[in-house]
């Protein structure tokens, strides 16, 4: 019981982080330089090491790689809602570069984290 009510946290945590990412990704730094301008997407950076953090995270805390991967169904499921269009016709995830990066790279990268496993060692540090 304990444990389902666990994972149903994580997954909570990882749609709060599908929701909040949609738009903080999209934050960047423009710096001119005498050759151009140079584009630092922080938010990006920022929602990825987040998400990896918190799925490695959840597979530690629940001592089985289900911590990982509710973690990262629930960012799923919060990414893919705020990638559909609404009512009004707006889009929180567009279709640029930066967008495809965030989805792509959450999924892939998100499932390697979520796919390592969980050793005796890293879960005794609880």
Request: aromatic share 10%; no cysteine; glycine share 14%.
């Amino acid at each position: 019981m304990t444990r389902a009510l666990l994972l149903a946290a994580l997954f909570l945590v990882g749609v709060a982080v599908g929701l909040v990412g949609a738009f903080v990704q999209a934050a960047r730094w423009v710096t001119a330089w005498p050759w151009g301008q140079l584009v630092i997407p922080w938010g990006l950076v920022l929602v990825l090491i987040l998400l990896l953090a918190l799925i490695r995270g959840g597979a530690w805390l629940v001592r089985t790689r289900f911590g990982g991967w509710a973690v990262i169904a629930g960012w799923l499921a919060g990414t893919i809602f705020m990638s559909t269009e609404s009512p009004a016709g707006d889009l929180a995830l567009a279709g640029g570069t930066r967008q495809w990066v965030y989805l792509l790279g959450g999924v892939v990268l998100g499932s390697v984290v979520a796919t390592l496993s969980v050793t005796e060692s890293q879960s005794r540090l609880r």
